[in-house]
């Protein structure tokens, strides 16, 4: 063999085992990228979840509460007003008084009251409401502790740190331990984070009234965004005509899917509010926004689920004596369905998710009240997520990172949904 013959192998050689090297490093480059991104979604989820879980449990105390008649009914006539006007936070302090007599001082005793939360009056106040018959009863129960000790129990607040380091000062952390010792402390499933609205007080937080508004959000923007992006799809897909409109149609619709969810938000504050008057912080009004911003991606799935349905379809039915509007709705469409609910609730379940657009039409607002009517004033759960995660108190930090399982149980469950009806529904051609 000849030096040159020899020469042009080596280098033939050089060459196939540089793109081996070059194919092996671009493998290991891709797997060391999805290994990564595989342990900051493990970081994230263990952290959310760290956070989170302790939100599900909330402290309580069991107190000896005396409902006497003197103080909530003195007329003996169990009216509902009169039962409503009475002090029923003053009776758990009695109790608190009843089991800690020797708190005589008054600086002492507002830390004493201050160990249950102030909206256990207004929880023993409905159950007698609800049961006029307790009245002249003692009732022993549990009532929700304040946030500060909730904390102190999860061991979020350091029991053996300086008094000037913790919120719990040391006498209440010696009635804590008291209570503790007679077994009148416990943590029980905080029922109140799901079904209660927002509050001030950390302990009495939910996301009901958030979880509603985001169901009627969501119940506006499907009514409106899927009718209108399946008619939109049909008439681009089957009837309307090739020329520089539809291009431009079709290019506008493609370049509205990748608009900034907040330019949609500024759109529903100047259109929807200021120039139609619609209320603010109104489900109405987010539903509006975002049947804005998913009308393309519902668009864009629908079109993609007629284009799949095979030509022959179409033309083994206008063979037929089919009319072509026959052809579209008695075959077409119907094969094309599944795709078009699965972009639909893919739509839905990117919508659910936002809260920039929803704050740039003030549903920002404090609502305590769970919304009756996409009319109400109301908020939606990642906005809840966004007013909790600005707030000060460290009760507030778990509530958020539940409040975000909440939602992404909610989008997981939404994905879920979009790929069963894919399997269940798709037909390979």
Known sequence: MSSHAQDVKERVARGIARRYRH?????????????????????FFFT?????????????????????????????????????????QGLIRDAL?????EVENRS????????VSPGAGFELRNQVLASPELVGETLRQWFVADDDVDMLIKGHIDRAAEESQRRISDR????????????????????????????RDPEMA????????????????????????????????EFAPKNRWTDLIEVNINNLAAVPSIVFGLLGLALFINIFGLPRSAPVVGGLVLTLMTLPVVIIAARAALMSVPPSIREAALGVGASRMQTIFHHVIPLAVPGMLTG????????LGESAPLLMIGMVAFIVDVPESPLDPATALPVQVYLW?????????????????????????????????????????
């Open 389 to 429: 995660a600005d707030s000060p108190e460290r009760a507030f930090v778990e509530r958020t990172s539940a409040a975000i399982l909440v939602l992404l149980a909610f989008l997981l469950l939404m994905n879920a949904a979009a790929i069963l009806l894919r399997k269940r529904f798709e037909r390979r051609w």
């Open 172 to 199: 209440q952390l010696a009635w804590i331990e008291q209570l503790e010792a007679d077994g009148s402390v416990g943590r029980q499933f905080n029922h109140r984070f799901f079904t209660a609205g927002d509050s």
């Open 206 to 237: 939910g996301i009901w009234s958030a979880v509603v508004g985001s169901f009627l959000m969501l119940l506006v923007t499907l009514a409106l965004s899927f009718p209108l992006g399946v008619a939109t799809a049909i008439y681009l897909e």
């Open 97 to 101: 008084r009843a089991r800690f007599p």
């Open 344 to 351: 639909t609730i893919i739509g839905m379940a990117r919508a």
């Open 23 to 43: 194919e092996r490093n671009f493998r290991l480059a891709g797997l060391g990228a999805v290994l990564l991104g595989m342990a900051f979604h493990t970081f």
């Open 108 to 115: 002492d005793l507002r830390e004493l009251f201050a160990l």
């Open 48 to 88: 959310l979840v760290g956070n989170g879980y302790t939100a599900f449990l909330q402290t309580h105390f069991l107190l000896d509460v005396e409902l006497t008649a003197a103080s909530i009914d003195p007329d003996g006539e169990r009216d509902a007003q009169t039962l409503g006007r009475a002090d029923y």
